[in-house]
């Protein structure tokens, strides 16, 4: 992170970060360099080190420079997606032999990635409940390399300590993963915690208008920030530079977006909780949810998204699903409208069977920043 943003607030390094204004022309946005390649002053001689935009491109630059500074971290770097970060991740830090811990509630992407890639690589895996740490200390062999961590987790909105896992893996002398896009850098801060690298999906919070794919890795670290940059660069899978301007006009409105879905949510768990067909909410904002208290200790606020479980089961939970009408039906969560979808279906399909595998009768909700009396109605139809 660049020391002239170090001392300021969130909020004015999400607008300043990364966005200086054009030399050229005084323009206050960092243009869309939608280039390929550039001059060189005669053999070697790169203008501002670009010599071909998969390797880097300025306002992919800017986006990277400013994911740093929101997450406090040495080294930023932007992806297509958020697999293809975490497919970058895992092949710069594993090598056929070597074990990760992961969560037993997860992106079904995630698990995906592991156990239908990675582990044909020869990369093992354990499951673990990260939220407890003896379940983490437990599942580390000596061929373990990384714990992977997501909090608040995926559909389950399990909160997980960063900060023992950190300690748990420092002992360990294995590094930490969190995936930070539930939470966005504005609520929760990992590298601030003890963690080794922040992934998120770009497509989620960070962007915010549901209109472009992306992924991030932010090192604590800059010799495994170069390292990341090595691979990123020779896998290839990077963010084009109109991707990156958008996912940069998102971040600028991130935290006025965060405290709104924030507020909505916690209206609508609310709402949630005192419905006689749902018989369980998830949500860390709630005084019951097992991990409300290291939610508050490591969490601004506790987000917009909220899982809940109803009477009737899977065909109960799909009709909810398929009744909505303001919570549009669909995949992907983060943006300004609201969503809703049937985890078991849609989402995490590919966890069935496994140790992952989420109940059948859970609806997961991604609150937007639309009037929370509305969303509310909306859902009272849809519960019937």
């Known amino acids: 992170m660049s020391d002239q943003h170090s001392h300021q607030n969130f909020e ?6 990364g966005n200086t204004a054009d030399p050229l022309t ?27 935009s998969r390797s880097a491109n300025p306002t ?22 958020g697999l293809a970060a975490e497919d970058c991740l895992l092949r710069t830090l594993l090598v056929p032999g070597d074990h990760v811990v992961i969560p037993n509630d997860a992106y079904g992407g995630t698990f ?19 939220s407890d740490t003896a379940s983490v200390r437990g599942a580390i062999n000596d061929r373990t390399k990384l714990i992977w961590v997501e909090t608040p987790s995926n559909p389950l909105l399990g909160i997980t300590d960063i900060e023992a896992v950190a300690g748990i893996a420092r002992q360990a002398g294995v590094k930490l993963v969190v995936d930070n896009t539930f939470a966005s850098p504005y609520l929760q801060q990992p590298l601030a915690l003890g963690a080794d690298v922040v992934v998120h999906s770009l497509t989620k919070y960070m962007g915010g208008h549901s209109d472009v794919v992306g992924g991030a890795l932010i090192a604590a670290d800059a010799e495994l ?6 691979h990123q660069n020779a896998m290839g899978a990077v963010a084009g530079p109109f991707d990156s301007w958008i996912v940069l006009r998102g971040i600028k409105t991130l935290a006025v977006r965060m405290d709104r879905h924030g507020e909505n949510a916690t209206r609508v768990a609310d709402f949630l909780t005192r419905h006689p067909k749902v018989t369980q909410v998830l949500y860390p904002g709630l005084a019951e949810h097992p991990g409300h208290e290291i939610a508050a200790k ?20 799909v ?14 969560l983060g943006g300004v409208e609201s969503l809703i979808e049937h985890p078991g279906r849609m989402t995490h399909a590919s966890v069935a069977g496994s140790a992952l595998e989420v109940p059948a009768d859970l609806v997961r909700l991604s609150v937007g920043i639309e009037n929370a009396d509305d969303l509310i109605a909306d859902l009272r139809e849809a519960l019937g």
Request: glycine share 14%; proline share 2%.
């Open 12 to 17: 004015t390094r999400a607008i300043h970060a």
């Open 298 to 317: 490591q969490m601004r606020s506790f987000g917009g998204m909220i899982s809940f479980r109803v009477e009737g089961g899977e065909e109960a939970a």
């Open 26 to 52: 005084g323009a206050v946005v960092p243009p869309i360099y939608q280039v390929s390649t550039y001059k060189q002053d005669g053999v070697g001689g790169l203008r501002g080190g670009y010599e071909y």
């Open 60 to 81: 992919r630059t800017a986006l990277e420079e400013n994911l740093a500074a929101l997450e406090g971290g040495r080294r930023g770097l932007a992806f297509a997606s």
């Open 112 to 130: 995906r990635l592991f156990a239908k890639v990675v582990q044909r690589w020869g990369v093992d895996f354990s499951v673990a409940d990260t």
């Open 319 to 332: 009709g909810v699903c398929n009744r909505a009408k303001l919570f549009t039906l669909g995949e992907s």
């Open 225 to 230: 920030g170069e390292e990341l940059a090595y």
